[in-house]
């Protein structure tokens, strides 16, 4: 698996490279990696997770399971077993970092970024900790220099991009607090949070453990919103702190990848982007400033509310990448889960007549393909 995701950060960066002219702006390919299965055993990142939850001290605020990663939390891969931990995890894990190194230089060499998948919520706890380590390694912030003797560093500006991002779930109680400390501890760490936001893909996955004995969680309630509503209000409230936090410190370095099939959801991101002076709107069109483009995107999976996509691509005007379209690629047996898991994700989305709209736009673009 890191040979294959090497190889796909070889051929994103091929095909930037064709377009790009040797410049590092507009450079907008992300490569997602799914750390459950670059190891051979994925009970090793629970075995984490559960050392973790037990271990980590109480945060300064309080927050709900899976709770928020700590710079100390991979300090224990230094050990030979630990809790839960044995050897063998350890070995496991601490491979498993060494491999994401890897894939994080190459990415750096090859101007492409990583995002860390979400998972669920009992390997979360193992993967925001791998996903924090990256980012503090190599989303590292220009700072100034203190001497009076030679000239500083410049500082940081809305030029730094992140390379690894992590994801977040809007489906999950911690979610905006976990933004709110995120944020906070990467201004304070000097490096830059980089988020895709999401609503999340194991609801009904989620509701079942906690009500059996597969959830780690201590806390008494689920870990996700009961409703969709609620998911929903959580993801556009999570989308305006996001924004406004670009606006207010573009030199913290955030980075935004919007994924959502959601139409009112990306109508609000682009409001939100006109409303904080990020983008300006003129007869409808949304124009949006290379330097904001280099921070913020939105995104939707290749082949789902293509519809949506074209939207945001009519209703906005950007010389660089904002609309993306995400692609997953294999074996059909191997997508298929993938594909089971975004489709019931997007159910709402789909329902009401969505399916039978999703199918007239699919048949009549075949139509125009084939006949002009």
Known sequence: MVEETIHCIDVAADFEDRYAHGSPAGRKTWVAVKLTALLPRAESLISLSKYLVASRPAPHRPIAFPGIPLPTDLDVLSARSAGPLTETDIIALRELRADLGTICKRAQERGVRIIIDAEHSWYQPAIDAFGLSLMREFNKLPVKSSSWFRSSKPAPSMNAQPLVYATFQAYLHRNPEYLAQSLEAA????????????????????????????????DAVPPVWLSKPETDACYDACAALLVGYVARAPEHGLGILFGTHNWASAERVLGELVRSGLAGSKDGVVSIPDTVAEHVAIGQLYGMSDALTNHLVDRTRCSTPFVLKYIPYGNLAEVMPYLSRRAIENKSVLGNGGAADERRRAGAEIWQRLFG
């Open 187 to 218: 201004h304070a760490g000097g490096y830059a949070l980089g988020v895709k936001l999401v609503r999340g893909a194991y609801h009904p996955h989620e509701l079942a453990a906690h009500a059996s004995a597969t959830s780690i969680s201590t």
